[in-house]
């Protein structure tokens, strides 16, 4: 069964350290992943996907197919990162979405 | 674009009574609609996977006549939980499709059962 697993419960970081949020995947096939991000009080969004290989608000995310892993990096954390980050798997059948345990991440002045 | 709605934002209800819950898509159709429970500092949980015009397809370990989804048009889907419970105290998310990956999601309904 696909599965995501992200280890970190909590990352806490001061302003303008790097920052990187783990994500781990199984599938066998070619995986589609994501990273969406929770404000406090917001609904869930979109942060960015592994196919569009582009930064948002600074973040980047690179496949590792032979580690499975889709990491999350920024090299300069901000406040205003402070969230809840979710990794997730979707599927190419259904369009179902798998979720991570999801990471919060503190940014600390 | 692609902004979707819930409604109500919280309900309190008493328990053994029955609580529908809407989400619309409001600027777009829709094809396929999800439904999500999310408990306090945990992941979402997918209970549901909801086609305009089908029976919805629910995920192992949901009941489904517990939880009623409809979903009668391309711009609305509505949950159903039917005779709450405490324990089914929750925040409920939907989030819409038009395509494979792309989902926007709700606000969320916190429904809190007395």
């Known amino acids: 069964a696909q599965r995501v697993t992200q280890p970190e419960k909590l990352l806490s970081v001061f302003k303008g350290a790097p920052v990187e949020l783990k994500c781990n995947y199984s599938?066998?096939?070619?995986?589609?992943l994501f990273w969406y991000v929770q404000y406090s009080r917001q609904r869930l969004q979109l942060l960015l996907r592994?196919?569009s290989r582009e930064s948002i608000k600074g973040f980047t995310a690179d496949l590792n197919k032979g580690e499975t892993s889709f990491h999350l990096k920024k090299p300069f954390a901000q406040e205003e990162d402070s969230a809840m980050y979710y990794c997730?798997?979707?599927?190419?059948?259904?369009?179902?979405?798998?979720f991570g345990q999801g990471t919060t991440l503190q940014v600390k002045p | 674009g692609a902004v979707v709605s819930q409604h109500p934002s919280w309900v309190i209800c008493k328990s053994g009574t029955s609580v529908k819950i809407e989400c619309r898509s409001l600027?777009?159709?829709?094809?396929?609609m999800f439904w999500y429970r999310q408990f306090p500092k945990q992941s979402l949980m997918l209970m549901a996977t909801?086609?305009?015009?089908?029976?919805?397809?629910?995920e192992q370990g949901v009941e489904k006549d517990k939880f009623l989804i409809n979903h009668a048009s391309l711009t609305l889907s509505t949950l159903t939980v039917t005779s709450a419970h405490p324990e089914d105290s929750s925040f409920y998310i939907c989030?819409?499709?038009?395509?494979?990956?792309?989902?926007?999601f709700g606000p969320g309904t916190r429904l809190t059962v007395t």
């Open positions: 997730a798997h979707g599927s190419s059948n259904t369009g179902k979405l798998i």
């Open positions: 909801s086609n305009e015009g089908s029976k919805a397809t629910y």
């Open positions: 989030s819409a499709s038009t395509r494979t990956y792309e989902q926007y």
């Open positions: 599938y066998s096939g070619s995986p589609e």
């Open positions: 600027d777009f159709q829709a094809t396929t």
């Open positions: 592994h196919i």
